[in-house]
């Protein structure tokens, strides 16, 4: 029977596993290795080694209703795109109100998590740690929940760049990245074009002579920014949308979106267009991007083909010389230093979790990830679903199946995601939103069913399925339920507005968005139903007599 559970990392993954814990009756123990929660989202000015790192202007992409718990809204004053600072004071309100802070042992590294001698009957695991004097500690613990992140280890490719060595200025990772402080007047090279390498790049450009924002495949890139300025994730993220990706073709929703977007700015004149498609792999979240290539600001360069003194030569045979800095965003490698090899099962280049969550070779089901995943949309949400999963396994209300039924499940899973995303060996992660979601709230038990919404509680039935899909979604029903969600997801876009309300504006008439299109059927039913009128009253014949009667006539 588990009753103890050892949490490596105080992020919004670990912060969530404990209060997982808690619902369950479980005892967690979180170990920290630095002074405060937060993981990711908890700014340092000097990056630390083996530690996620931010830069100081870092505001989310994942708009606040997107991205909070599923029984813990995000304070409705909040703006809707987070910077990092009102992310971490959300995680100390979580925190505090849950009473997480106190199962929480900072300035704690784990050394090394071990199996015990009996395992094969206890299933218990041996926890080192190291506090901050340097003193050891062996702890014994019947579970372990990993949340150490996927954004720690720095990928530094210089192999791949050849001259790099002869180099006269700095090159660096974008994991040191800070501000553009030391950018002023100089020409920069960005090498890569997700989002760290586009918001580096017109960071960077407000202040440098030249920034060069150069690519191996190109990227689509979206903005933030929906019709009548909604964030693009709620108006875009729902289920209705999710069936339609079920029903239709992928290239050509792919197509279709590809248009949109191309409508704002063409993605092929701005020298983005990539090789692939739009849904093919999560694309670049930058409202700025194309205006500081429109301003010259920004250029978009191919790959980089040499590096020679202080001259970049690129695949095209352009060179751009006295380049003073050459930043490096070409993503983070992954590592569980202090598990031992034989509990990571490989499939293919990615670590084989069942589900993304449980390793499938081991005896028991005692160790779980939490938190290492992929997908257009907030880890917050994924990572406190998958926490919910784990510790109904962990108390023994779960059954995971065998491993070789699970072994079998991973490789399907490696298969599809090779199939269906451009899977790079740096993120072999992706998954979908919401079919993700959906897929391990079955196992919890608290997947919405919008047949039984339909026939009970139609307003929210209509909701469900056309609002966002928030993690509220998830508390509406069965274990775990909270009496607040079904008010949390009627309220969402109250919360939504409520950023905007800083000056009083007198409207003539206002009609709620989703109210908009509803009232345009009905007044053009209206008018068409008022014409067939007239014209049943006025022969035909007579349609020239009327239009000359609205026509203005000239003196």
């Not at 200025?169 to 090279?189: A, I, M, Q």
């Not at 202090?338 to 070779?361: A, D, I």
């Not at 993120?427 to 959906?438: A, G, H, I, N, T």
């Amino acid at each position: 029977m588990v009753r103890t559970v050892a949490v490596i990392g105080a992020g919004p993954s670990g912060l969530t596993s404990i209060k997982s814990c808690l619902e369950e009756g479980l005892e967690p123990t979180c170990f920290e290795s630095s002074d405060d929660i937060g993981g990711l989202w908890k700014f340092k000015e000097v990056s630390e080694p083996n530690r996620a790192s931010i830069y100081r202007s870092l505001t989310i992409n994942i708009s606040k209703e997107m991205m909070c718990f599923s029984d813990f809204p995000i304070p409705a004053d909040y703006p809707n795109y987070m910077h990092h600072s009102r992310i971490l004071q959300y995680f100390r309100l979580y925190a505090e109100h849950f009473k997480l802070l106190q199962h929480i042992s900072f300035q704690t590294s784990v050394r090394s998590v071990r199996q015990r001698p009996d395992f094969s009957h206890s299933g218990q695991w041996e926890v080192v740690t190291e506090n901050r004097e340097g003193q050891e500690e062996r702890h014994m613990f019947d579970s372990v929940i990993v949340c150490s992140g996927h954004y720690s280890y720095p990928h530094l490719p210089l192999k791949d760049f050849s001259g790099i060595e002869s180099f006269e200025g700095k090159y660096f990772h974008s994991w040191d990245y800070k501000g553009p402080e030391d950018l002023y007047g100089k020409r920069v090279v960005v090498i890569g074009i997700g989002n760290s390498g586009g918001d580096i790049a017109v960071e960077s450009s407000r202040v440098a002579k030249q920034v060069y924002l150069s690519t191996r495949r190109g990227a689509w890139v979206i903005r933030v920014l929906s019709d009548n300025g909604l964030p693009v994730d709620m108006k875009y993220n729902t289920r209705f949308v999710h069936i339609l990706f079920q029903l239709l073709p992928v290239n050509w929703l792919s197509w279709f979106g590809e248009k949109k977007l191309n409508a704002m700015y063409d993605h092929t004149m701005y020298a983005l267009k990539p090789k692939h498609r739009l849904f093919s792999t999560i694309p670049v979240i930058n409202d700025e991007l194309p205006n500081k290539i429109l301003t010259g600001g920004v250029m978009v360069k191919p790959n980089v083909q040499q590096i020679r003194g202080s001259s970049v030569v690129f695949e095209d045979g352009s060179v751009v010389d006295k380049v003073d800095v050459i930043v490096f965003a070409t993503g983070y490698n992954y590592d569980f230093p202090f598990l031992p090899s034989n509990v990571m099962h490989k499939s293919g280049h990615r670590v084989g979790l069942y589900k993304h969550v449980f390793p499938p070779t081991l005896e028991h089901p005692t160790m779980a990830v939490v938190g290492f995943i992929h997908a257009l949309g907030a880890i917050m949400p994924q990572a406190e679903m998958q926490s919910r999963w784990v510790t109904r396994v962990f108390k023994g209300h779960k059954k995971l199946p065998s491993n070789q039924a699970m072994l079998k499940a991973v490789e399907y899973d490696t298969k599809d995601m090779d199939k269906n995303y451009i899977v790079s060996k740096l993120v072999p992660l992706q998954v979908d939103f919401v079919s993700y979601m959906d897929d391990i709230a079955g196992e919890v038990g608290v997947r919405p069913s919008l047949a039984w919404l339909f026939f009970t509680d139609y307003p929210l039935f209509k909701r469900v399925l056309w609002g966002p899909v928030t993690a509220y979604q998830y508390r509406i029903t069965g274990p775990g339920k909270w009496s607040g969600a079904r008010q949390a997801i009627f309220t969402q876009f109250e919360r939504m507005f409520q950023p905007f309300k800083t000056r009083q504006v007198t409207y003539l008439l206002y009609i709620h968005t989703e109210d908009a299109s509803k009232i345009f059927l009905s007044l053009t039913a209206m008018v068409g139903g008022a014409a067939a009128y007239y014209f049943h009253l006025q022969p035909p014949s007579s349609l020239t007599y009327l239009l000359s009667k609205l026509t203005p006539q000239r003196a």
